[in-house]
């Protein structure tokens, strides 16, 4: 199975901030990387997908990069409604892994 | 606008099955550029992707090497809907369980709707 590390596991930031959230692949999965945000008891939602498209709704604020191993989620200007968990997840190959999270909360 | 409404027991007896169901509304589950997710999520295992079923001319399932031996998806195109059951549960399979959609043929693009979540517990 392909490893998902994220860094770092929690952050803390300000309102205005700009973030950055990285996530690292245990082998190449090009650019099949997505990017979640999850709200305390609340599902996933998707945010970014291959690596720096950003869905539909999704605040321009949020962007991907990366390909290969390495790949990064920067969050600009941070607003209240952004403290929350986020995930990444490999869709290259079954099992479709996920990062154990990095949980963003107000400074 | 899809949505996945969830239905299943939130506490279940060790050693017995586990099912649950997701009813799809805003599309469907015979489409032919979609598949349809399970995902449990835990505090000791994060989020843990469970399988994937998906109709390209035929049906086809995909699980995850975990719950291989345990898991089974059906589909119900009558009721537009997809389900689980996960038998011979032990306390580790307490988690939230959520259904998801991939909106492409090979779950590239992400999942892009989720069910609400059912939180399962096992325990007599």
């Known amino acids: 199975d392909i490893q998902m590390t994220q860094s770092p596991a929690s952050l803390s930031a300000s309102v205005g901030d700009r973030v950055t959230i990285t996530c690292r692949a245990s082998q190449n999965i090009g650019t099949y990387l997505n990017w979640y945000q999850q709200q305390p008891g609340k599902a996933p939602k998707l945010l970014i997908y291959v690596a720096s498209s950003l869905k539909r709704g999704v605040p321009s604020g949020f962007r991907g990069s990366g390909s290969g191993t390495d790949f990064t989620l920067t969050i600009n200007s941070l607003q209240p409604e952004d403290f929350a968990t986020y995930y990444c997840?490999?869709?290259?190959?079954?099992?479709?892994?996920f990062g154990q999270g990095t949980s963003l909360d107000i400074e | 606008q899809v949505q996945l409404l969830q239905s299943g027991p939130g506490l279940v007896k060790p050693s017995q099955t586990l099912s649950l169901t997701c009813a799809i509304s805003g599309d469907r589950v015979s489409s032919n550029s979609v598949g349809w997710n399970w995902i449990r999520q835990s505090p000791s295992r994060g989020l843990e992707w469970l399988g994937r079923t998906y109709y390209r001319s035929n049906w086809y399932t995909d699980y995850a090497e975990s719950v291989k031996s345990r898991i089974i998806f059906n589909v119900d195109t009558a009721n537009n809907s997809f389900s689980l059951r996960l038998n011979s549960l032990t306390p580790e399979d307490t988690a939230v369980y959520y259904c998801?959609?991939?909106?492409?043929?090979?779950?590239?693009?992400?999942?892009?709707?989720w069910g609400q979540g059912t939180r399962v517990a096992v325990s007599s």
């Open positions: 997840q490999q869709t290259y190959t079954s099992p479709f892994t």
């Open positions: 998801a959609r991939d909106s492409s043929t090979m779950a590239r693009l992400g999942f892009d709707y």
